[in-house]
């Protein structure tokens, strides 16, 4: 490591990488630190669906957020994979959000509704529409809301791929590395003291997930986030089981290359316990079950689990910390890390250049909670 | 390989390695030879479990063998720990053969009342008294038939114990090495033909598990086995769920060091294939959830399968063959291969040396089915 | 399985697979049977090079079978990704046949002079030109031959990019499956016996790797055939050490996706023993030391080895058996499986269909031997 | 967890777990916290070995704790395995601490007589004794000191043979949870805070290995210690190659169960970072080479690093923290963390009752720095 650069970043997962790729895209001098090693928590379990429309339904800062993330996928893919031979396996196949129950439905069809008018891609597939493409879906799917738009990533290659396409770009990479303290004088970050030694720069981001609450310095707007631990698995036809993603309550199937099918993820708040449980593969079982029930004959792959951070209001953090200047933080990302990972990239970038963002992010400051009591 | 051994064994599982073994105690010169690594197919995949008096019930032919080979175990587990420093993991805490209804307890007692007639342990419990042992059952329990004699071992390590223990006294091991061919004289079995050369011998001994009828040479008189795919899982816990093994009608519960708890298997004939299925999981996840509701606060560990070698009648093969003087063979013991493999070593040990076996064997001699036909 | 195919495929390697997918795409109904697992062997240790101008040298009937087939790869890419989503990992940053001694430089600068009078691209590069491309060098390289069109891919992912490629165009695939026997009519081929039921097909195609030899029926016109080991291990920088492939006598390095760098391969042969050993990674290492010295900063990942088939005049065996009509083999590909995989199985479609083969193959025709020594 | 403990043990490696089960053998309740997973740090990577005279050599406080440690190792092995089925696989057939050079051999004579003298067993053994007992050693070897008393373990199953021993006698174990802070009153410690919530406890021990000094509140009165990178490998033979441990300059190869040999470990100062280099694999592999030749044939199997504790005079810090009542520390065992293990769990529970320990331990306590300094 190098005494001095133009920013550090914490945090070696998804969001941590596209920051440091679009540092390093303007030029900056870049050092990148991570406690464990590279994509190894929610990064690298996620299942990668970029559901923009599915996951957020209706309008607003989130909602815009993610669909300007969402359009920066296929340039960024082909970038990634100049740069690095990494594949994100990016997959616009479009996806089916489904009914099962009459109130489903009901709800579905009114997010259709509001989306088109909205002047978004989102029809009403019939239970016989829906199950003509996808075949492998069960009867007890009533119909099923189809986004042509929202499609789907490797999360894994996606993260390693950021990550690397910065390295290729002169970002230096350190793994193992624990930042212990922030560094200050008269309110601006200086630096930072880590297990390896200490290290100058003027422009320290935050972007370590679950870990950032605990990570940021003890101020008096603290991040209120919570980690929530998501479990899934995988496995493995020859011929795939379905060409899009299917999400419906509680359980979604993402089709990978090759025939793999990703199965989640459980919704298990306030634990950083990264340990996969029997209720977890049971419960994500029962359900896949029920909308494909020939997932029975596919060969177990096998199963894993990651931590989310989740905030109080379900907006994700993105902006500079109100207390010290040139500390950054891009954190709150959930279920969407991947999804907002190419904006957070562009957004921390134009912040840190004192340049307007492309998207408006007012709702995303750390101190909205702070101002919202007075 | 030299060119010259006294036996020559063709199959790298538990039975392989403990007739290597009680060869080797006996002087010989001995090869055994395996196709792909050693302990890695049923030998490795097996629970365990010594299940003498809960799987067969009935006196016979292979009861008696079961009981010998059982009672072998406590003296094996310090001669292999001597040998090789390998800890087959034998546990003598009992086992409960579990009713769920009415029909099972009836069976269950009458079984209880035949095998104490015949001077076994077994003895009855009441619902609270399985219970009060065995806190971890849901009260769908009745009741269960206790055995205390039927402990259980780690599968793999006894293999790889057998194995290790034949080394230390002087058998040579060869993996990834394939029998092509057999090699005779006037009927007798002088030496086979493998992949990587051939090797002379007056005594060849088959012991390859479910593969053992494919690999013999074709004759008049033929094995009659056939696969029988069971699938596994395991979990853990910091305090173990069980102390004695659960077996039950489709599930049983194996409790492992350190908290590991293994849950087989389902029974999938005529197949070869090992992978394992979202079906598989799912019915043992149910099986098991249904004696013991905890499980689902258990991590999750793995999945795996094994393929046993069921016969036509249910009776393993252990003797000369018929048609080829110095050729034997050992197979068929379906779900008993662990429990059997003592003794199995034993009685190929004889034959070989023409001596008399400890038990009764006439039942098991391939001829038994051409001749019962006449 | 159904009772009756097209034809049949009998092994699940990369050249299984692209025998599979070529049929397929004529409209061939296959089934293809792996005796283990998909891309296992040879066809998943392999290192993916395309090296038809550095490894075969000179013109003659392999060379013109390699430069056909290394011209497939781009649409191949194009078509397997659209298939399966997967990406076979095509690099084309050409390939550096290195000189350390002044006797290589000899040879090589001669190379050169016949390849270019070929026709072929070729150049001779000094040391500074090279150690100009490729810094990490070591300057005890002195020079190297410089081929454009010697590109690379993942071994284990075009091997599963055909065999799902084939999957997806209705290809059955079976694994755990073994050929137990091959059935005949009056000298034709009309189905196998396997371990799990006979199936019925004019046309069975071996492709076997080393294995193919010891598959076949035994006739007067056998082949020919060895295996021979090779060890590889992999290691990995954030950024990349390597660009182009290095290729020098008893040592390749082949840089792959994220900054992996892949390091190989051992020769031994006759065995079958895909085991590492400490012998194989020591002297790879000292190689690959030698070549790029800063390699020892790298990260370990791990080592593996294969088992490649080797024919006695080092030409691959392609065509149909001389003694049975309907039955074809392709094999002895030895260190060149990955590169001529797609033109065998162009090759193999063209022989079932009767058809004329897009080169002359009649130096790989089975029965060379018998003749020559006639 | 509850929210009241005797005890709260920091770190889920061999000292913390063997500090909750000597502890749990008093009655305490105590809670176990572990940031990670248990056992996954240096006590899952270090090679065993008892080394009490081979490694410390002359007569001092660590020598006479060390010496009480490995005194303690049968009768745990024993607890052990009847609380949890974990074999700790203790070997206790000696060590040979070999000379190369003349000026080794000179020295470790020297040592024989002083630890003789001293009333330890230790003896000199000339090259043909040496190698007549281990004939695997290469004529490199000159002769060795032989320690019949310095046995060895497996470390990882030791670590879990306490860690699942002291949880059957009722620790509570918590994985993935991170320390954040420690609560005090009036200078005594009261609880801590961690990313789960708070918990309250009068005693709180810290056994963080190489992370401890990071972990503990700062005071006047730090740690002085620094992360010390060792990494290992391990190699496969059916015979084992090696009886007794062998130690020598740079290099260790411990005989392990079943034929397996582990070879020790490289010496990298101040990193914490984990990942095995080309470079330590390349210097191991030399050593071993010219200790053992026969190395060559062996099975690689794998590679490893951990990370271990090292203080600025080579001795542990065993003792209440200075500043805060209630705080105990136990870390910096460098390459003895495992040999210390048991006594380091009887003297942290007899400091937590304020009874006498049963060795002197003056010499390890925190505040030895600060006085020496005045």
């Keep these: 490591m190098l005494n001095r650069y133009d920013c550090i970043i914490v945090g070696g997962g998804v969001n941590g990488g596209s920051i440091a790729y679009h540092l390093a895209k303007k030029g900056k001098k870049v050092l990148l ?32 957020l993610a669909k300007q993330s969402r359009a920066m996928f296929p340039i960024l893919a082909e970038e990634i994979k100049d740069l690095t ?48 493409r996808e075949p492998a879906l069960s009867n007890a799917v009533r119909g099923a809301m189809f986004i042509e738009k929202d499609g789907q990533v490797s999360a894994p290659q996606l993260s390693l791929g950021f990550l690397k396409a910065a390295a290729a770009l002169g970002v230096e990479i350190k793994e193992y590395t624990e930042v212990t303290s922030f560094l ?37 707007i603290p991040l209120q986030t919570y980690p929530v631990k998501g479990e899934c698995f995988s496995v493995r036809t020859h011929q795939p089981l379905l060409t899009g993603t299917i ?10 290359k090759g025939g793999r099918l990703l199965v989640g993820a459980t919704v298990q708040p306030h634990t950083f316990d990264q340990t996969v449980t029997v209720n977890g593969i049971s419960s994500l079982l029962e359900k896949a079950k029920r909308l494909v029930p020939n997932i029975v004959h596919a060969e177990w792959e096998k199963a894993w689990a990651g931590i989310r951070p989740q905030t109080v209001d379900g907006l994700p953090y993105l902006g500079e910390h109100p207390a010290y200047e040139g500390l950054f ?27 307007p963002t492309p998207v408006d992010i007012s709702a995303f400051r750390m101190e909205r909670h702070t101002e919202k009591i007075i």
Tied chains: 1, 2, 3, 4.
């Design 329 to 355: 933080v891009a954190t709150g990302h959930y279920r969407n890390g991947i999804l907002l990972a190419p904006i957070t990239g562009e957004i921390i970038t134009r912040l840190v250049e004192r340049e």
């Design 85 to 132: 031979g990494i594949d994100i396996e990016l997959v616009q196949k479009g996806m089916y959000k489904i009914s099962i129950t009459e109130e489903e439905e009901y709800h579905l069809k009114h997010i259709v509704d509001v989306q088109t008018r909205a002047g978004e891609q989102a029809e009403w597939l019939s239970q016989d529409e829906v199950r003509s």
């Design 33 to 64: 630190l991570e406690k464990d090693r590279l994509a190894r928590k929610a990064s690298g379990a996620a299942a990668g669906m970029l559901a923009a429309q599915a996951e957020l339904e209706e309008d607003g800062p989130l909602f815009q």
């Design 247 to 256: 999400f419906s309550h509680g359980c979604y199937l993402v089709p990978k």
């Design 184 to 220: 200050f004088e008269s309110g601006k970050v200086t630096g930072i003291q880590t297990n390896h030694g200490s290290v100058e720069s003027e422009h320290v981001i935050v972007a370590g997930g679950a870990w950032s609450e605990q990570l940021l310095p003890k101020s008096q």
